[in-house]
């Protein structure tokens, strides 16, 4: 009695479909990511050589040209910045935490050391959002 089965299984597998997918996601990923625009205030940042990444960015801070300050996009007071800051950060050790300006690059100086200032008293770590030079 013969009680060998005829079909045989093969155990390699082909990766070919694996990696046919796997690219066809990767080109979608990157097409629609570039369709993606940011919503943000216009404003003008400096161009400079390098950009530092920020790790625990909390809170962005916008400055405009006309001299608007912005948190997340709301638009606030000068006076009512440290308040907000103190607010948006978290409640236990706010030196871990980091705060991003975006300011324009044709506010005076003063003005932008006015935000640094401030927010050194609040003793957090500021960074400035910048464009790479081309």
Same mark, same amino acid.
């Given at each position: ?58 809170? %962005?801070?916008?400055?405009? /040209? $006309? ?6 996009? !709301?638009? @606030?007071?000068?006076? *009512? ?9 978290? %409640?236990?050790?706010?030196? /871990? $935490? ?6 324009? !690059?044709? @506010?005076?100086?003063? *003005? ?23």
């Amino acid at each position: 009695m013969n009680l060998k089965s005829r079909h045989q299984v093969d155990p390699t597998f082909n990766m070919s479909s694996m990696t046919d997918i796997v690219f066809l996601l990767l080109i979608f990923f990157m097409l629609t990511s570039s369709f993606v625009t940011p919503t943000s205030l216009p404003v003008n940042v400096p161009k400079v050589n390098d950009s530092v990444i920020t790790q625990n960015e909390k809170v %962005k801070i916008i400055v405009t /040209k $006309d001299l608007k300050y912005y948190i997340d996009e !709301e638009e @606030i007071q000068f006076v *009512d910045l440290r308040s907000k800051v103190r607010e948006k950060l978290s %409640k236990g050790d706010i030196s /871990k $935490d980091a705060v991003v300006i975006k300011a324009d !690059e044709d @506010i005076r100086l003063g *003005d932008g050391l006015k935000v640094v200032g401030l927010l050194k008293e609040l003793k957090v770590k500021v960074s400035f959002e910048v464009k790479p030079q081309d």
